[in-house]
């Protein structure tokens, strides 16, 4: 009976971590606030902007919910700005996250968390998107030949840094190379799933392989003729959360860029 009770009791603290809780904004006080934003471009002319408010720290799970005269508003160094709305992060959340939607893709971008005269506003949250970019070399669409390989382009960043790669579909994988414009596809890295007991498994890429701008999954296996693929990109830069959120915080912004192509023998 015990060990019975101990297992729902597990199993009931999993559900609560994975569902979250929410709390009333004028329950807490900024000083006890944890800010997690995110910036996110993918090339369509639009910014999401994400805010996650939590009770505590990183590690929080219990999430406000605005009531009263607490909002949060994105803002554009253009000088348009917009309420973000609340919206849940996936279909089994008991909590809300703020969403907005800013037309540009590229500049600064401020959240202010504004209160009533009852609490300290946080006004400056700010982030610089990385420097937009656009994929060449690789259509959507494209049949990629897994023998000959393809190579994908774009401008490197001035600031030099990272690209951050990621790849789904039939390929899997994911990883960073220098930001140096160029990726390519070898007919290695092409490599198809593995067939084992009739479960795809993929073989994972040999990180000590890797050049500067080369995918080497070692020789290819056996597997499915054709299949749809996906790569994508992503540039990422940090910002700040405003010092009033005493708990602290991040706000990140990342140009991402993903096309899908179908792998071919």
Same mark, same amino acid.
């Given at each position: 009976?015990?060990?019975?009770?101990?297992?729902?009791?597990t199993?009931l603290?999993?559900?609560?971590?994975?569902?979250?809780?929410r709390?009333?904004?004028t329950?807490v006080?900024?000083?006890g606030?944890y800010?997690?934003?995110?910036?996110?471009?993918?090339?369509?002319g639009?910014?999401?902007?994400?805010?996650?408010l939590?009770?505590?720290?990183?590690g929080?799970?219990?999430?406000?919910?605005?009531?009263?005269?607490?909002?949060?508003?994105?803002?554009?160094?253009?000088?348009q700005?917009?309420?973000?709305s609340?919206?849940?992060?996936?279909?089994l959340?008991?909590?809300?996250i703020y969403?907005?939607?800013l037309a540009?893709?590229?500049g600064?971008?401020?959240?202010a968390?504004?209160?009533g005269l009852d609490?300290t506003?946080?006004?400056?949250?700010?982030?610089t998107?990385?420097?937009?970019?656009?994929?060449?070399g690789?259509?959507?669409?494209?049949?990629v030949?897994?023998?000959?390989?393809?190579?994908?382009?774009?401008?490197?960043?001035?600031?030099?840094?990272?690209?951050?790669?990621?790849?789904?579909?039939c390929?899997?994988?994911?990883?960073t190379?220098?930001?140096?414009?160029s990726?390519? $596809?070898?007919p290695?890295?092409?490599?198809?799933p593995?067939? &084992? !007991? +009739? /479960? =795809?498994?993929?073989? *994972? $890429?040999d990180?000590?392989?890797l050049?500067?701008?080369?995918? &080497? !999954? +070692? /020789? =290819?296996d056996?597997? *499915?003729?054709?299949c749809a693929?996906?790569v994508?990109?992503e540039? &990422?830069r940090?910002?700040?959360?405003d010092p009033?959120?005493?708990?602290?915080?991040?706000?990140?912004?990342?140009?991402?860029?993903?096309?899908?192509?179908?792998?071919?023998?």
């Amino acid at each position: 009976m015990r060990a019975t009770m101990a297992l729902i009791g597990t199993a009931l603290a999993f559900s609560s971590l994975a569902c979250g809780e929410r709390v009333d904004s004028t329950d807490v006080r900024t000083h006890g606030i944890y800010a997690a934003m995110r910036a996110l471009a993918e090339g369509n002319g639009q910014t999401a902007v994400t805010a996650d408010l939590r009770v505590g720290g990183s590690g929080s799970n219990t999430h406000l919910d605005l009531k009263g005269s607490d909002e949060l508003v994105a803002w554009a160094a253009t000088g348009q700005s917009q309420k973000m709305s609340k919206v849940k992060p996936d279909a089994l959340a008991e909590y809300y996250i703020y969403k907005a939607s800013l037309a540009i893709e590229a500049g600064e971008i401020v959240v202010a968390f504004d209160r009533g005269l009852d609490d300290t506003s946080a006004p400056n949250s700010r982030v610089t998107l990385p420097d937009p970019f656009t994929i060449a070399g690789l259509a959507p669409g494209q049949e990629v030949s897994r023998a000959q390989g393809v190579t994908m382009t774009w401008a490197a960043s001035p600031a030099g840094g990272n690209m951050r790669w990621e790849r789904s579909g039939c390929l899997r994988g994911a990883g960073t190379i220098p930001d140096a414009g160029s990726l390519t $596809l070898d007919p290695a890295s092409l490599a198809l799933p593995i067939v &084992d !007991a +009739g /479960a =795809p498994v993929t073989r *994972p $890429l040999d990180a000590g392989a890797l050049d500067a701008a080369t995918f &080497d !999954a +070692g /020789a =290819p296996d056996a597997g *499915p003729t054709s299949c749809a693929a996906q790569v994508c990109l992503e540039r &990422d830069r940090s910002g700040m959360v405003d010092p009033a959120f005493g708990e602290g915080g991040s706000f990140s912004a990342t140009q991402r860029r993903c096309v899908a192509f179908n792998l071919i023998p």
